[in-house]
């Protein structure tokens, strides 16, 4: 007679197996839920073309160094995407399924429910990024706004800041017990991030202290670490440092805090 599955047997290897047919499961039900479809992937650029509209936003200013203010909103707005991803939808949809008790019993499944929570963050960061490229083409293609100068540096501080908004969505995850005080939990610290990414006073034009003190934030990092890398320069090791800081922080946080049930 065979014995019960243990942890070196193909059953629980299956556990591994299973993960693309979980992602492709989570993917099919992100694309039937329109509301998190507008305003993650379509939202950020709708704003941008809004903006762009305003003809003073196309007027070239001295105080940003020449630039226009709708030069300024494209970072923002790339940015966005992945910041209502991160602290909007995924937590309540985590916390959704702690409440339904999907995690637990996917526990006594094959596939684990660390599958399910690699598959959420797959989705999320592939939306963000067709979110950040529909706002880079739409400022290119509708009001003249160059493309990053320095694509591999501007390339890499987007996908610290997709990896930093998914920490940051995770910890949330991991801290409330309710979709509903994930909510709650996720609009809280949804202002204050897209302050700090630039969405109502771009970085350029706020006060030096109040740039320095927003540059330790994981968007206000992210913020002028993709201004620098769309203007031509290297990202500032301090700004990616802060992004992989924050990363490292709020994972080692939701690690610690996460509950399956």
Do not use: K
């Amino acid at each position: 007679m065979s014995s019960a599955p243990t942890p070196t047997t193909p059953a629980r290897r299956a556990g591994t197996l299973g993960h693309p047919g979980v992602l492709r499961t989570e993917i099919r039900l992100f694309r039937r839920e329109p509301g998190a479809l507008f305003w993650i992937v379509c939202f950020p650029a709708l704003l941008l073309a809004i903006l762009g509209s305003i003809p003073s936003f196309r007027e070239h200013d001295e105080a940003l160094g020449g630039l226009r203010l709708v030069d300024t909103y494209v970072p923002v707005t790339v940015l966005l995407g992945m910041i209502l991803g991160g602290l909007q939808a995924m937590p309540q949809v985590l916390t959704g399924y702690r409440e339904r008790g999907i995690l637990r019993r996917m526990s006594t499944t094959p596939v684990r429910p660390a599958a399910l929570l690699l598959a959420h963050m797959v989705v999320f960061a592939g939306a963000a990024l067709v979110s950040a490229l529909l706002a880079l083409l739409l400022g290119r293609l509708a009001f003249g706004v160059r493309l990053p100068a320095q694509g591999f540096g501007y390339a890499l501080a987007l996908l610290l800041a997709v990896a930093a908004a998914l920490a940051l969505g995770s910890l949330v995850s991991a801290l409330t017990p309710t979709s509903r005080i994930a909510g709650a939990v996720g609009s809280a610290v949804l202002f204050p991030m897209m302050f700090c990414a630039g969405l109502w006073v771009p970085v350029q034009s706020m006060p030096d202290l109040l740039a320095r003190i927003v540059g330790w934030t994981p968007f206000g990092a992210a913020a002028q670490a993709l201004n620098g890398a769309a203007a031509g320069h290297w990202p500032g090791w301090s700004h990616l440092g802060v992004l992989a800081a924050w990363t490292v922080l709020l994972t080692a946080g939701a690690a610690r805090w996460f509950r399956w049930e």
